[in-house]
């Protein structure tokens, strides 16, 4: 069974500064996406990343796949408030689909 | 009208109504969802439709009957719910079924009181 794993759960940063998001996959898969949700709000896609290797940039957020690790990374540069929100990686596999827990940034001043 | 839209965008019922929840989708894909998101759990996935054919359904209770007329529109027809099926659900869709990168509607709120 697929299992998708996020850490830390809770982030809770200052502005300016830098992280890390983990995302931990059980099964082989070359397929793995990053969204964002705001409080009260719905999920949007930030980031696809279809083959190993693959690095993504929007602004202050990066998003790298390492397959052979089974292991993606969501790293943001120089926080700032507007960035806080629940930060979801997903990873498809041909036989399933499965999100992980989320991971609930707060970024102060 | 673009993207997915899911309406009503909140609600409140009592354990014996029933009502119903609509999402549409605008992108032309094959694959619709519902997922349930609660404080306390992550996300849930309750149903998958592709083409009309429902493909998954996650042990979900009987009190939640989905219904996929067309490729396009998704409900979720809701009766005798309990105070714990109180959460934000969500519809979405992709361009094939489990596989891809998911649009998701706004969400509908249920309070069920």
């Known amino acids: 069974e697929l299992k998708v794993e996020q850490n830390p759960l809770f982030l809770s940063m200052q502005e300016g500064k830098n992280y890390t998001i983990y995302c931990n996959y059980s099964?082989?898969?070359?397929?793995l996406y990053w969204y964002r949700q705001d409080p009260g709000k719905s999920l949007e896609s930030l980031f696809v990343?279809?083959?190993?290797?693959a690095v993504k940039q929007e602004g202050r957020l990066m998003a790298s796949l390492d397959t052979k690790a089974r292991l993606s990374t969501l790293h943001i540069t120089a926080a700032v408030h507007d960035l806080s929100a629940t930060y979801f990686c997903a990873v498809d596999t041909p036989d399933d689909m499965r999100f992980g827990a989320g991971t609930r940034l707060t970024v102060k001043p | 009208e673009t993207g997915v839209t899911q309406t009503p965008r909140h609600l409140v019922m009592g354990m014996t109504n029933k009502k119903s929840l609509k999402c549409e989708q605008h992108l032309g894909h094959n694959a619709m969802y519902w997922y349930k998101q609660s404080a306390k759990k992550p996300l849930e996935l309750m149903f998958v439709y592709n083409f009309k054919e429902q493909t998954e359904n996650n042990s979900v209770p009987s009190r939640f009957s989905p219904e996929c007329p067309n490729s396009s529109h998704l409900f979720l027809h809701l009766h005798t719910l309990q105070p714990e099926d109180s959460a934000l659900y969500l519809c979405a869709s992709s361009q094939h079924p489990m596989r891809g990168e998911l649009f998701f509607g706004e969400g509908s709120r249920l309070t069920v009181l």
């Open positions: 099964t082989t898969s070359d397929r």
């Open positions: 990343l279809l083959s190993n290797g």
